[in-house]
């Protein structure tokens, strides 16, 4: 989500403090940004607690995906680089 959240281990309350507005979707299966265009109703505020079963359910500790390591070409060893796009911007119009 890019969100971050306080949790303690040590603490034993078994809360997580919450470091932005979440809001729950129509269907009220995920938590997602007060931003976002799927959230209808406000599930929390930055500094409340909510309880490590609720932050399980909805994912909050889900681990970010790592991003995929760039190709290595055989003979060079080098990454390869993306091809730029073709410049498809016309010329200016000759006056009249």
Request: net charge negative; hydrophobic share 30%; charged share 30%.
């Amino acid at each position: 989500m890019g969100l971050s959240f306080v949790h303690d281990p040590d603490d034993g309350s078994g809360r997580v403090t919450v470091t932005a507005r979440l809001c729950l979707t129509e269907d009220r299966k995920r938590l997602v940004p007060d931003t976002d265009p799927d959230a209808r109703w406000l599930f929390c505020t930055p500094g409340s607690q909510i309880s490590q079963a609720d932050a399980e359910r909805y994912g909050l500790f889900a681990e970010p995906e790592p991003e995929p390591e760039p190709e290595v070409d055989q003979e060079q060893g080098e990454a390869k680089q993306a091809r730029t796009p073709a410049n498809k911007a016309r010329k200016p119009a000759a006056n009249k």
